[in-house]
């Protein structure tokens, strides 16, 4: 008789495999847990082991499903655990009591449910217990493991008191035991603690009083107690507690008054406290210090929903370092002191709902970080406010009518907001004032008539809205304007001929809207114009010469309306001029040699993006191919040779290799983020590559267009972009910008495309060796390297290697950093360099 061959499988391997045949596996991770591998289990995936026996089981983020099975006993070298972000259920295995040589147990962000086995206790070896998020209930065990230094409970739904024997874990330097259900008093035996470091009790049931030995617990740093009952006075030594950065005890019953130690330093500790959260509390007052003086590094300061009355205290205007200051619902009285502003780092005031009278101090406006400013609810006179700026707030809605009854407002700036509606007629009310910014809203409708009430303006901007109809003739009688933006709306009609009455109009731009008919040539008479922007619309005929009075003119645009006829010859009286845009019209004739006596001219641009030039051109510039008809220098076009028909040539693409020195092609404004280039000796745009042959067209389908999206970084020698072709080959591109790069540089550009690459490959290897992991946070090496999250932090090792940078001006901003890490804008309007038209307003 024939016995089957069968194997002996170890117990570790048994005991992994039952837990394995409990579970819902979605995504296959647990597939190659097969016990017939080499070295199973310890080649199996999420495994590691040491001597040969299983010494970690890290499972995060897996989808895994359904309940581990009783069989952790036979994992006797089990010191580190990680399952957490699953699906896992039912109750925690007492087996696991059983590991004894356990360190670090993570089951957070799972549905585990029933009560904590109170054999956890044998763990003696277990340094982390995190059972964060989960559905455990019940009383916690009276012992816990005595080697814990971090205890994270918090959103379950534990009940019963907090147990005293907690402070029996000498070593603890975090407890977390928010969102529960914990009742009773907080356990003063917790000024035991010295390593303690963070305590977190926020939104359980406690009551009682604040103990006062929590003053005895020396190394905290972070004391959170939001959302219970508690009540009595706060005790004034916890505020002195020499390493203390944080308390937070809103929605709670203190009552009494806001010790001295809450706000300035009475220790003979530095100061340490940042930010202190009392509000929703029943205080009635605030001491302040005996001295006057208050040193302090205090950031945040919330007391709100409280019973403080009185004047504002003087002191609390020493605190320059004030960031946030919340005081609203309380009864104070009397008036905002003007040394408010002396607070100049202040973001936000908020005194709403109080008794405050009489007016807002002018000093106010020295508050100049002040993001959001909240005064409702009071008795002030606002009517003496000259100056308004709400600009980059998340405001929306019309208009408030209170607002257009400032009628000392001098500066108004409620730009980059979200406010939407009609401008409304009452503007006109505000006659005193000079600046008026309003661009970056969503305001629609006509621009009203009434602005030709406001004869001291200097300033309007209404760009970036959805304003339509024609130009108010009442804008050309207001005798002060210097500067008018209302580029990127929908406005139509002529351009007003009664701007030439504007004798101090600098600045003028119309671009990106529906006008129509001629260039009014009695602009010429706006003899201070520095700026005229008329590009992106439909306006016809020739260019008035009459714009050459205009000596001070600096940047002319013009592109993309229907212009036809000839380039006027007394362009070049200009002599200011560094920047002439006449691209995408139908100009015909001769380019004026006169333009070259144009000696501040930086930027010419008479072309789009089609690519085109005479065959017999061998050093093209590449500024006229969308104005066919031009001709002469210093365009390659020969006139006689255009009249005769000379047969022109379209360039698709352009292979090459090595580098060579670029002339300066002028950038031109583009609609969209890709119609950069940068211009070689030859006319076109030059693809370089070291070995490889591949067309222009082939990249730019390969990075979509270049695309903001496949961005990989930034350096001021331009973007780089990741281009996938259509065989697999994944490259990383860098798209020089115009000007001229060497040769050695331009090699050190290109080697460093791929520096970057290799050493994210050595750190990936060497972390796989366990080799610095000494380096590491303890969180990340309980990434899986076959997951997302190690990939992501590959991620983030090869932009820290960007920040790191030899020459400052080739590490990113913060917001290409995010921008890398999250593989989108982090705004809407944020300006990318690529795009030549994210301009600031003039305003």
């Avoid at 008054?257 to 605030?286: D, E, H, K, W």
Wanted: proline share 6%; aromatic share 6%.
């Amino acid at each position: 008789m024939i016995q089957p061959i069968s194997y002996h499988q170890n117990p570790e391997t048994q005991a992994l495999t039952s837990i394995k045949q409990n579970l819902h596996d979605p995504l296959g991770a647990l597939t190659g847990w097969d016990p017939t591998t080499p070295l199973a289990p310890c080649d199996w995936r999420g495994v590691f082991c040491t001597n040969n026996r299983v010494a970690e089981l890290r499972l995060p983020r897996l989808q895994l499903r359904g309940q581990l099975s009783d069989q952790f006993a036979s994992l006797t070298s089990l010191r580190k655990i990680s399952l957490r972000s699953n699906f896992f259920n039912g109750t925690l295995p007492h087996s696991l009591a059983k590991c004894t040589l356990l360190r670090a147990v993570f089951l957070q962000y799972n549905s585990f449910s029933g009560n904590l086995p109170p054999e956890i206790s044998n763990l003696t070896n277990l340094q982390v217990l995190n059972i964060a998020q989960n559905r455990f209930s019940g009383e916690i065990p009276r012992s816990l493991p005595v080697s814990l230094k971090y205890l994270d409970l918090s959103s379950n739904t534990f009940s019963g008191s907090i147990p005293p024997s907690v402070s029996d874990l000498a070593q603890l330097q975090l407890i977390n035991l928010s969102y529960n259900q914990f009742s009773g008093s907080i356990p003063a035996s917790f000024g035991q603690l010295q390593g303690l470091e963070y305590l977190w009790l926020d939104y359980n049931v406690l009551e009682g009083t604040l103990p006062s030995a929590i003053a005895n617990c020396s190394s905290l740093v972070h004391f959170s107690a939001n959302g219970n009952s508690l009540g009595g006075l706060i005790p004034a030594a916890i505020g002195e507690l020499p390493k203390l950065q944080v308390v937070s005890l809103s929605e709670n019953k203190f009552v009494g008054a806001v010790p001295t130690s809450m706000f300035c330093n009475v220790s003979v500790y530095p100061p340490s406290l940042r930010i202190v959260q009392l509000g929703f509390n029943g205080f009635s007052g605030v001491v302040g210090p005996d001295s006057g003086d208050c040193f302090s590094v205090l950031q945040v300061l919330d007391l709100q929903e409280n019973h403080i009355r009185g004047v504002f205290p003087l002191w609390l205007t020493r605190v320059v370092t004030l960031k946030l200051l919340d005081v609203s619902r309380n009864l104070f009285s009397g008036v905002v002191p003007a040394e408010i502003g002396n607070l100049s780092r202040l973001e936000e005031l908020k005194m709403a709902g109080n008794g405050f009278r009489e007016v807002v101090p002018v000093e106010i406006q020295q508050c100049r970080s002040l993001q959001v400013l909240d005064l409702h609810g009071n008795d002030l006179n606002l009517t003496g406010l000259e100056t308004l700026d709400l600009g980059g707030n998340g405001l929306n809605g019309s208009l408030p009518d209170e607002v257009m009854g400032l009628n000392n407002l001098t500066t108004l700036d409620l730009s980059g907001n979200g406010f939407s509606g009609e401008i409304p007629a009452t503007i006109g009310n505000l006659n005193r004032v000079m600046f008026l910014n309003l661009s970056g809203n969503g305001f629609s409708g006509k621009i009203p008539s009434s602005f030709g009430n406001l004869l001291r303006l200097s300033t309007l901007d209404l760009s970036r809205q959805n304003l339509s109809g024609e130009l108010p003739s009442e804008l050309a009688g207001l005798p002060n304007l210097q500067v008018i933006a209302l580029q990127e709306n929908m406005l139509s009609g002529d351009v007003h001929e009664g701007f030439s009455s504007l004798s101090g109009l600098r600045y003028l731009n119309l671009s990106s809207n529906g006008f129509s008919g001629l260039i009014p040539p009695e602009l010429g008479n706006c003899s201070n114009l520095e700026t005229l922007e008329l590009q992106s619309n439909s306006l016809t005929a020739n260019i008035p010469g009459d714009l050459s009075r205009l000596l001070h003119l600096k940047v002319l645009d013009l592109g993309r309306n229907n212009l036809s006829g000839e380039i006027p010859n007394e362009i070049s009286k200009c002599s200011s001029l560094s920047s002439l845009s006449l691209y995408s019209n139908h100009l015909s004739g001769s380019i004026p040699e006169s333009l070259s006596n144009l000696s501040n001219l930086t930027s010419l641009d008479l072309s789009a993006k089609q690519l085109e030039w005479a065959d017999s051109c061998q050093s093209c510039t590449n500024l006229w191919p969308d104005n066919p008809r031009l001709c002469g220098k210093p365009s390659p076009r020969n006139c006689a040779a255009i009249e005769g028909g000379n047969r022109r040539k379209k360039v698709d693409s352009v292979d090459c290799c090595g580098s060579g020195e670029k002339k300066r092609s002028p950038a031109r404004p583009s609609s969209n983020g890709s119609g950069g280039r940068g211009s070689t000796d030859n006319g076109g745009p030059k693809l370089v590559m070291f070995n490889n042959k591949i067309t222009l067209a082939e990249t730019i389908e390969a990075a979509r267009q270049f695309d903001e999206e496949n961005v990989l970084s930034r350096t001021r020698y331009g973007l780089v972009f990741k281009a996938c072709y259509t065989d697999g080959m994944v490259l990383s591109v860098r798209r020089l910008p115009d000007g001229s790069l060497d040769e050695n540089m331009f090699r050190k550009e290109a080697e460093f495309l791929s520096k970057d690459e290799d050493i994210v490959k050595w750190v990936k290897k060497q972390l796989q060796k366990g080799q610095i992991t000494e380096l590491l946070e303890p969180g990340l090496l309980e990434l899986d390297p076959e997951s997302s999250e190690w990939e992501e932090f590959l991620l983030g090792v090869k932009v820290g290697l960007l920040c790191t940078a030899p020459d400052p001006l080739d590490r990113p901003t913060m917001p290409d950093i995010v921008f890398m890490l999250e593989g989108c804008r982090v705004g809407p309007d944020i300006p990318s360099s690529a795009d030549p038209t994210s301009q600031p307003s003039p305003a």
